[in-house]
């Protein structure tokens, strides 16, 4: 018999379930705040959905054995995007929606064999808004949640920002048969592929120009000018930034401009983004997304209202990083109930509902101590928040 989980699995414990818990609750009440309603995708969906229309590699998906080509989710926004345009089609747009749940990701190990990793995401979804105002309330949300995580100064938080379209208008120049091959270059900052491209030196010089390109979103938008001229899109996009840049510089987030990021997935077709925090051993992906109205459309929508876009958290990042909220903290850690014998247990089961009455969790000591320094020490070893002792 096996004693330990599966290759890319792990077992939670109870206190980082409970974290996990807390974390979820939290964000769930920042999406009410903002009006976003919960829903519930299915945990497994037709391969065609999963694939967002070839947006998603076949070969991260984890296939089931069934009658149908049925798989795990790998992601929650295209069962988000697909239920919008079918079962709440008729529902005024836009619609404001959010979830949470596991996600689940094939790979190949070093040994050749299957791994699969299981993620715990909670996000939002915006769907049938195509303006400019939608872009900024998911940035102002994602920075308001993080806020309430606890993702402050100490985490150095930056939330990088690029557009599609940045990325269209900057191949231009490229013949089109190395487009492909120049795009996978600049997203995975692969400086060498792009020297091996049989391209002209100044084109070569530019793009490596692109490569290195990020930074304070009025100094990139500059540069870009230079390259582009006054294309509508620059405008676009600075007034987006600066929107937004207010309450990334009151939370002290930094907000970064980079023309060539691209998320893992390639669902999006306009704005993209990422929440990176330093974590022990380096950066940290906190959350990512981006707009996907081409996605929408693929399930049907209607032109007018084929728009969609959305973030999701990355939960067992977050509570790596930052662990419990501070607003949590109180509710996940108990307060230890002791007492000093079988006089006193009575008088120490009602201290404990007592606590449960004001909405404190507690848990009772399952024999006596005959102290409240002892009951003290047990809590410490406890992880408990405090102790109580009841005497006889």
């Not at 590699?57 to 992601?75: F, I, N, Q, T």
């Not at 269209?168 to 600049?186: C, D, F, K, N, Y």
């Not at 600075?238 to 510089?249: D, E, I, M």
Request: proline fraction near 6%.
């Amino acid at each position: 018999m096996a004693l330990q989980p599966a290759a890319g699995a792990r077992d939670l414990n109870p206190r980082e379930v409970e974290q996990n818990r807390a974390i979820c609750a939290t964000l769930a009440g920042v999406y009410r705040l903002w009006g976003y309603q919960a829903v519930a995708p299915p945990s497994f969906e037709r391969l065609d959905t999963l694939q967002a229309g070839g947006a998603i590699d076949g070969r991260e998906l984890v296939r089931l054995a069934a009658d149908e080509p049925l798989g795990l989710r790998p992601e929650l926004t295209a069962s988000i995007a697909r239920a919008a345009c079918t079962r709440m089609a008729e529902r005024p747009r836009p619609l404001r929606l959010w979830a949470e749940g596991t996600t689940f990701r094939s790979s190949t190990g070093d040994s050749g064999n299957q791994r699969i990793h299981e993620q715990w995401q909670s996000g939002v979804e915006l769907l049938g808004e195509r303006s400019a105002a939608a872009d900024v309330e998911l940035m102002r949300l994602l920075l308001a949640a993080a806020a309430r995580l606890g993702l402050g100064f100490q985490h150095r938080p930056r939330l990088l920002v690029g557009h599609q379209g940045l990325l269209t208008a900057l191949l231009a120049e490229v013949p089109e048969q190395q487009r492909g091959a120049v795009r996978a270059a600049l997203t995975g900052f692969d400086a060498l592929a792009l020297a091996q491209l049989p391209l002209s030196d100044l084109l070569r010089q530019r793009l490596s120009a692109v490569m290195r390109l990020r930074g304070e979103p009025p100094e990139v938008l500059y540069a870009l000018e230079q390259w582009l001229g006054p294309v509508p899109l620059l405008s676009e996009l600075a007034a987006t930034l600066a929107a937004v840049a207010p309450a990334a510089s009151r939370q002290q987030v930094a907000l970064r401009l980079d023309p060539s990021f691209q998320p893992h997935f390639a669902l999006y077709d306009g704005l993209v983004l990422k929440l990176v925090c330093q974590g022990a051993n380096g950066p940290v992906e906190i959350a990512s997304g981006g707009r996907y109205d081409a996605l929408v459309g693929r399930f049907g929508a209607d032109p007018g209202q084929a728009a969609g876009v959305g973030f999701g958290f990355d939960v067992e990042a977050v509570r790596e990083l930052a662990g419990l909220p501070a607003d949590a903290a109180s509710a996940t850690q108990p307060v230890l109930v002791g007492y000093s014998g079988e006089q006193a247990l009575a008088a120490a089961l009602d201290a404990l509902e007592t606590f449960h009455r004001q909405g404190q969790c507690a848990e009772l000591l399952g024999h006596p101590v005959p102290s409240q320094a002892e009951a003290d020490r047990l809590a410490g070893e406890r992880g408990c928040c405090r102790a109580t002792w009841i005497a006889a």
